[in-house]
């Protein structure tokens, strides 16, 4: 089974930055999309950003142009680089690994606490 290790969160006042990692092991069955959910307190789980094998990305509007994801297809890590942030940025991050093809699977972090203060 897929596990999936988060880190970088933090306290950042608006207009920071910040950088969330996250490394998957025991993949055996390789990995085809990574990405980075969110979910604000009250709110459902959001996508973010999510980035396949090839590198084609998918971000929400929100983010579009103040954060970058990008992958390190070797190491099985992912990564979201968070610019200009906003305080309807803060939520928990958490970091998603999914395989389409057979055997398909979907993987969850156990999530990292980002908090912009204003």
């Known amino acids: 089974q897929v596990q999936l290790v988060e880190s970088g969160g933090g306290l950042v006042q608006a207009g920071g930055s910040l950088r969330l990692s996250c490394t998957a092991s025991g993949v055996i069955f390789s990995i085809n999309t990574m990405g980075w959910y969110r979910q604000a307190p009250g709110k459902q789980r959001e996508l973010v950003a999510d980035?396949?094998?090839?590198?084609?990305?998918n971000y929400a509007d929100s983010v579009k142009v103040r954060f970058t994801i990008s992958r390190d297809n070797a190491k099985n890590t992912v990564y979201l680089q968070m610019n200009n942030l906003k305080p309807e940025d803060t939520a928990v991050y958490y970091c998603n690994a999914a395989r389409s093809g057979f055997p398909r699977y979907t993987s969850w972090g156990q999530g990292t606490q980002v908090t912009v203060s204003s």
């Open positions: 980035i396949t094998t090839g590198g084609n990305t």
